[in-house]
């Protein structure tokens, strides 16, 4: 059965930094590209980053380019977000998915950011 | 990377069919046929519902279905049940990227 499981969210003042994870497990890890999605209290699915199944390959929204770093470790099954200069715009859900053909048709369970002072 | 245009709100009532759309671009919706659809009931992680515009996972109801024409595309539920009631979210290929729409909620009356 395929699992991803996030960890990682909490409280953080703006302009803190915080990591989430995603551990992954029930399918070769290695194998697929994976991605972000957020979602704010109350708002839509945005998408947020990605990186390709060897790591080389990241991309970005325009909306945390140069402050979130994607990044995943093949041998321990997890994928990372690397999160800086916090945002209150930040605050939301951070759901981790995996994909195929474009689409993503797994989703762990979600894990809250808050960004607050 | 603007979202793409849904409606804000759709309904019917059981045993009706409803259509939802997804407005993109010829970037996007338009360029592209990785389109898919979610569902997302209150409180839960998204579900995939339609990919590559109108394939079905396994275990998707063949009531579900999407199409697609220019930079619009489609989803649309036949024989509505009162489960189908949540929130839908389309969502295409870019490029370098991905793009969500901003969400129909669909109300069986």
């Known amino acids: 059965e395929v699992q991803l499981v996030e960890s990682g969210g909490g409280l953080v003042q703006p302009g803190g930094s915080l990591r989430l994870s995603c551990a992954a497990s029930?399918?070769?890890?290695?194998?697929?590209?994976m991605h972000w999605v957020r979602q704010a209290p109350g708002k839509g699915l945005v998408w947020v980053s990605r990186?390709?199944?060897?790591?080389?390959?990241?991309g970005y929204a325009d909306s945390v380019k140069g402050r979130f770093t994607i990044s995943r470790d093949n041998a321990k099954n997890t994928l990372y977000l690397q999160m800086n200069s916090l945002r209150v715009e930040d605050t939301a859900v951070y759901y981790c998915?995996?994909?195929?053909?474009?689409?993503?048709?797994?989703w762990g369970q979600g894990n809250l950011v808050t960004v607050s002072s | 990377q603007s979202a793409l245009t849904q409606p804000p709100s759709a309904s019917g009532s059981p045993g009706q069919s409803v259509t939802i759309s997804c407005t993109g671009t010829?970037?996007?919706?338009?360029?592209?046929?990785?389109v898919s659809w979610y569902q997302q009931h209150p409180g839960k992680a998204p579900k995939l519902m339609i990919y590559?515009?109108?394939k079905r996972p396994s275990g998707v109801p063949d009531r579900f279905s999407g199409s697609k024409s220019g930079n619009t595309a489609s989803l649309t539920v036949s024989g509505l049940q009162a489960e189908d009631e949540a929130d839908y979210y389309c969502c295409s290929y870019a490029g370098s990227s991905n793009v969500f729409g901003g969400g129909t909620k669909l109300t069986v009356l």
């Open positions: 998915a995996r994909v195929t053909s474009s689409s993503f048709n797994y």
């Open positions: 990186i390709n199944s060897d790591g080389y390959s990241t």
């Open positions: 590559e515009v109108s």
């Open positions: 029930g399918f070769t890890f290695s194998s697929y590209w």
């Open positions: 010829s970037s996007d919706v338009g360029g592209y046929n990785y």
